[in-house]
């Protein structure tokens, strides 16, 4: 039993790891502090499926206008260009809104036509 006491090395109870020579030239040193995460700046809303809904449903020429601005702000977004991002952003919206406006009246009109027209009628 002495012999297997003898051939365990004990280490005293440190706070310390125990020191072991290593070669550390070739060991990657980290910092003592964590590295700042880099800022991503917000992302502007690019009101992409509303443009896509509007070029489709309501009016295609102020859609498709619409469509290509919320590439523009896609684009601005990635290159982290937020002041052109959110002048498209505005521009975009503005022309969904007309479409969407556009849309609607046209509708009106011809389901106006449509129910109170005289010559369809039967009398």
């Known amino acids: 039993m002495a012999e297997l006491l003898k051939s365990i ?3 005293p109870i440190t706070s310390q790891p125990p020191n072991y020579d290593l070669d ?3 060991q990657h040193v980290s910092p003592g502090y964590p590295e ?3 800022i991503v700046p917000r992302q502007v809303t690019d009101y992409l499926p509303l443009s896509l809904f509007t070029m489709v449903y309501c009016c295609f020429p102020i859609g498709l206008f619409a469509f290509l601005y919320s590439m523009r702000v896609r ?4 290159l982290g260009d937020q002041t052109r991002a959110q002048r498209a952003s505005r521009i975009v919206c503005v022309l969904n809104t007309l479409a969407i406006t556009f ?6 009109a011809v389901l106006l036509l449509v129910f109170l027209n005289p010559a369809g ?3």
């Open 9 to 11: 090395e004990l280490q």
């Open 24 to 26: 550390v030239s070739s």
């Open 36 to 38: 700042l995460p880099t």
């Open 75 to 78: 684009e601005a977004n990635l």
């Open 103 to 108: 849309g609607l009246i046209t509708l009106l």
């Open 121 to 123: 009628s039967d009398d």
